[in-house]
């Protein structure tokens, strides 16, 4: 069984650039979840879908946003990238928000480089 | 608020013996999740362990082990017989409550932990 894919897994960008970020969950897995690492500011929750609709949001400025198709692969956008951008962005799938048992599995991760 | 506290930056531990990572939360929530992830350095997050609040038993998968003491609001996670490839960042999470039908997880800081040979 294949896991969450993640892609690209590096990537370097100029300021004022944007970048978007493509995650492959689970196969069967509808609920995809993006965090933002950084060694300053630890593991941030970015966004959460569920068939196609975003359903919970982290306390990020409006350059970042994503979106899920109906196949569940999910992409992340961040515009206008500034340096504190930098970071490692990780997917995460799961079957579904909220079931008691349900296990959050994450990809390898993008790490973004601004410059 | 929830919150997950883990004390410990950086913990060493020789070979094939056993290391306690701890976790503390802070929640008003009686339903909740807890989760262990190991990061190795290429920034994977794998996932480890799992236990429900409502969970009277403590989760194991293999050499982990959660020790959950609810009324402490502790979920330290035990790694038996440590090996070299265990060494990496550990976090402790937590997933917000059911009822609000969220996958949201809220994050440790984290504990690395170093095996010696």
């Known amino acids: 069984k294949a896991g969450v894919t993640q892609t690209p897994r590096y990537l370097i960008k100029t300021r004022g650039q944007q970048v978007t970020l493509s995650c492959s969950p689970i196969?069967?897995?509808?609920?995809v979840s993006w965090y933002q690492q950084t060694p300053g500011q630890g593991l941030q929750f970015l966004f959460e879908?569920?068939?196609?609709?975003?359903?919970n949001k982290g306390n990020f400025p409006g350059r970042f946003s994503g979106r899920q198709f109906s196949n569940s692969r999910s992409e992340m956008n961040v515009s206008t990238l500034e340096l504190g951008d930098s970071a490692l962005y990780l997917c995460?799938?799961?079957?579904?928000?909220?079931?008691?048992?349900?296990?959050?599995?994450f990809g390898e991760g993008s790490w973004l480089t601004v410059v | 608020a929830q919150k997950i506290t883990q004390t410990q930056p950086g913990m060493f531990v020789q070979e094939k013996e056993a290391v306690t990572l701890d976790c503390t939360y802070d929640t008003s929530d009686q339903s909740y999740g807890l989760f262990w992830y190991k990061q190795p350095s290429s920034g994977e997050m794998i996932f480890l362990i799992y236990q429900g609040s409502y969970d009277e038993q403590n989760a194991t998968e293999g050499r982990y082990s959660l020790n959950f003491q609810k009324a402490r609001k502790s979920a330290n996670l035990v790694i038996s017989a440590s090996q070299l490839g265990d060494s990496a960042m550990y976090f402790c999470?937590?997933?917000?409550?059911?009822?609000?039908?969220?996958?949201?997880?809220?994050f440790g800081q984290g504990t690395e932990l170093s095996v010696k040979p």
């Open positions: 196969s069967g897995h509808r609920s």
């Open positions: 999470a937590m997933r917000e409550p059911l009822y609000n039908q969220g996958g949201k997880l809220i």
């Open positions: 995460a799938s799961s079957l579904e928000p909220g079931l008691k048992y349900d296990t959050i599995y």
């Open positions: 879908y569920f068939s196609e609709t975003q359903r």
